[in-house]
């Protein structure tokens, strides 16, 4: 059976609800930097602080989550310590990334964040220069393809030296 149709709206209003930290990076963060494309899940960069997993996790239970791999319930140690987790959950699929180098790191992404407004819920969603970043690092055929869209919507991009990439 095929996931959920992702729901960001839903994803998010879970996140908020608990309090979590987090902001709106991946294919969604493409869209609302005006470059319209479909996307498979919800992508969620969250800081490195065990006190906010517990609250990520305390979301993604609320939305029905188990573990993508292997549809375990969710634990603590699924996300305590580690730089991802992946999450079928009633709202589709949500990718968590903890922690990462500057400036791809959660303060300075969220520090760079539109405000996205849906529904009277307010959200964060990666700036521009900050989806740049993260499609340039992963670098993968859809990411090289984002990358040519927004370069035809916005004229030449953010172009940020990433720790890992040109090191």
Do not use: W
Not at 81 to 103: C, E, K, N, S, Y
Not at 152 to 163: K, M, R, S
């Amino acid at each position: 059976m095929a996931p959920p149709e992702p729901k960001l709206d839903e994803a998010a209003a879970a996140f908020v609800a608990a309090n979590a930290k987090f902001v709106v990076i991946g294919g969604f963060a493409v869209i609302a930097n005006r470059f319209v494309r479909a996307t498979e899940d919800v992508d969620f960069l969250v800081p490195d602080n065990p006190a906010n997993d517990r609250r990520v996790l305390e979301a993604l239970r609320g939305l029905d989550g188990v573990r993508m791999r292997d549809e375990a319930p969710l634990a603590d140690e699924h996300l305590l310590d580690q730089a991802h987790l992946r999450v079928l959950t009633r709202a589709g699929i949500i990718d968590v990334m903890r922690g990462g180098l500057p400036p791809l790191d959660f303060d300075t992404v969220a520090g760079e964040a539109m405000n996205a407004v849906y529904d009277g819920l307010e959200f964060p969603v990666a700036s521009l220069r900050s989806i740049v970043g993260f499609k340039r690092l992963a670098g993968r055929p859809r990411d090289r393809n984002d990358l040519i869209g927004l370069e035809e919507i916005h004229g030449q991009l953010p172009h940020d030296h990433l720790p890992g990439l040109e090191d």
